[in-house]
């Protein structure tokens, strides 16, 4: 009754509360990415003004750039390393700390503080303790690495801290996944007579899959947007080991003033992002309808 | 005996692995305290002779605005947390609560907003943001991230939990939605706007691409960016980079201490991930 009675006459109400999200959506989110676009394909000023359609002349001197190779090269290691680490680490932690023991508290929060600390605090710890004259890593480790500032190693001692800055949020989301099982389905796999290791492979990580999902798709966006650490620590270097693409975005639009050269770059990033989480979600969906 | 003794062992060695993880920031207090001679010496060590010297501290806030930069974050973060909240609870408000016309199609719409990372869009916002004269001001750095969709999605489910009746009754003794979101929605949120709001302040807070990019004047940088400062001109006072990095992580730590409890309870985090 009521329904039909609401649905009878315009009401302009309802737009207007949703007009101010969506005004800034529009101004901060949708217009700049159609304007990468349209930046991607057209000679663009010093100043950001697009002068003519050029076509993907854009696209081909960015694929000819020895920078870019090495940007979108180091993305795709950066992101192929440090998601499964990161999610197979978060998951050990939530499975140490599901259990209710007299310790947990303080487990529990040694396991969640990292997620307080900013990019920016992590970064200069990092690049001290990591540092070949007067960092502690290699004095505890007893190895003698330059870490960052070794060309075969920055892009590793770089996933650390990357993984780092991850494990302990999405040990969070996990921990809370693993407690809202139902404790009956883990009891009825006990009574069947599996153990600890079995019940957990066949029975809790299937039962948190969607939660795995969301932090790998999360994770992998993450990962290819890195660009704070490389700013701060390693500026691309030594010799490109570390650049990004969403560095090299950076620096060839905003230091460089290249624009267009800058919006093709993005883009890559946004459809490595794009076409990531699109896999993870349908591979899910599959697997969903298979099992 | 057996089962108590497993426990106890997996208990220290959970400890254990949680020592490993804070490590990064026991050596960050650590190096805070120490003096340049103590950083100086080899093989390198870990604690500091004495903790009550506050040097480094007063370093740097002798040496940079320091003040200036928390002031700036705290102004730029709550800004950015109100406006935020606001609007997406006013669009929550009417998904929850109307039917009408492209709903489906405007709640997917700003939906997808959260499929475009910001960073990709940032070389068109800096043109826009100084094309609107707002670099170096409060609002250019805020003004990026006004737009909360998943916010507007957890409060959407929120507020669909408050009965419809209790609206009807509400407008039928002459109060307004304005006033019925404000005097009661909100508040029968209160819990998840107050778990959303720290998330939201924390993210801000600890954002550091953006205010670098908008901002030139030392007056009107963040913390995140002027610890950063902080090595650029003292390239080998190691102690004060790491006493910045503490007096950056003090208010986030503080934060977290304070929301823990909300944050490991029983519900899903997922539903509430920026």
């Given amino acids: 009754m009521q329904r039909s009675f609401r649905r009878r006459r315009f009401n302009l109400k309802p737009y ?14 949708f217009y700049p990415f159609l304007r990468t676009i349209l930046s991607s394909v057209s000679l663009v000023n010093a100043s950001g003004e697009i002068l003519s359609y050029v076509g993907l002349d854009n696209f081909r001197y960015m694929l000819e750039k020895r920078e870019f190779k090495a940007a979108f090269a180091n993305t795709v290691t950066l992101t192929a390393v440090n998601v499964p680490v990161t999610v197979v680490i978060s998951l050990l932690l939530a499975v ?11 487990y529990e929060t040694l396991f969640s503080l990292p997620m307080a600390l900013s990019m920016a605090t992590i970064s200069l710890i990092f690049r001290l303790m990591f540092s070949p004259n007067v960092g502690i890593i290699n004095r505890l480790l007893g190895t003698d690495l330059g870490w960052f500032e070794d060309e075969s190693t920055a892009m ?30 883990i009891g009825a796999s006990q009574v069947d007579g599996a153990n600890a290791i079995q019940t957990l492979i066949h029975v809790r990580i299937p039962a948190i899959m969607p939660t795995i999902v969301y932090v790998v798709a999360t994770n992998a966006i993450l990962a290819i947007m890195t660009s704070g650490p490389v700013m701060i620590i ?13 560095y090299m975005m950076y620096t060839s639009g905003y230091a460089s003033s290249n624009d267009s050269l800058a ?12 076409t990531f989480t699109f896999l993870t979600l349908f591979l899910d969906r599959k697997k969903v309808k298979a099992g | 005996m057996i089962r108590h003794f497993r426990s106890a062992i997996t ?3 959970s400890i254990a692995v949680g020592l490993v993880l804070v490590f990064p920031i026991v050596y960050a207090v650590a190096g805070a305290f120490k003096t340049p001679a103590e950083f100086a010496v ?7 002779e004495s903790y009550l010297n506050f040097d480094n501290f007063r370093y740097v806030f002798g040496h940079s605005p320091m003040w200036r930069y928390m002031l700036n974050s705290l102004i730029t973060a709550s800004l950015t947390t109100i406006v935020r909240l606001t609007l997406a609870s006013l669009a929550a408000y009417a998904f929850a609560f109307f039917d009408f016309r492209g709903k489906r199609t405007l709640f997917l719409l700003i939906l997808i907003t959260m499929m475009l990372p910001g960073e990709t869009l940032t070389i068109t916002n800096y043109r826009t943001v100084s094309r609107m004269s707002l670099t170096d001001t409060y609002l250019g750095i805020c003004i990026v991230s006004f737009v909360g969709a998943s916010q507007m999605f957890v409060l959407t489910g929120q507020f669909r939990q408050i009965p419809v009746e209790l609206r009807d009754a509400a407008l039928l003794d002459g109060c307004g939605d304005m006033r019925y979101l404000a005097r009661v929605v909100l508040p029968m949120s209160r819990g998840i706007l107050l778990t959303l709001g720290l998330q939201c302040f924390i993210t801000q807070w600890n954002s550091y691409l953006w205010p670098l990019l908008v901002t030139g004047r030392d007056s009107m940088r963040t913390v995140q960016v002027g610890i950063t400062m902080l090595t650029n001109t003292e390239a080998t006072n190691y102690e004060v980079v790491l006493a910045g990095a503490c007096i950056a992580m003090a208010p986030s730590l503080l934060m977290f201490f304070l929301s823990r409890r909300m944050m490991t309870g029983t519900q899903t985090g997922g539903a509430v991930v920026e």
Avoid at chain 1, 165 to 185: C, E, K, Q, T, W
Avoid at chain 1, 234 to 246: D, F, M
């Fill in chain 1, 16 to 29: 207007l509360f949703v007009l101010p999200i969506l005004v800034f959506a529009v101004w901060f989110v």
């Fill in chain 1, 96 to 106: 140490l700390a599901t259990k209710k023991r007299p310790l947990s508290p303080v």
């Fill in chain 1, 156 to 185: 590793g001692t770089m996933l650390i801290l990357t993984v780092w800055m991850g494990v302990s949020f999405n040990y969070l989301l996990f921990l809370s996944a693993f407690r809202g099982i139902p404790a009956d389905r």
């Fill in chain 1, 234 to 246: 390693t500026k691309g270097g030594p010799n490109r080991a570390t650049s990004t693409l969403i």
């Fill in chain 1, 263 to 274: 919006a093709c770059v993005s883009l890559v990033a946004f459809l490595l992002a794009f």
């Fill in chain 2, 11 to 13: 208990q220290l060695m």
């Fill in chain 2, 42 to 48: 080899w093989p390198p060590t870990l604690f500091a």
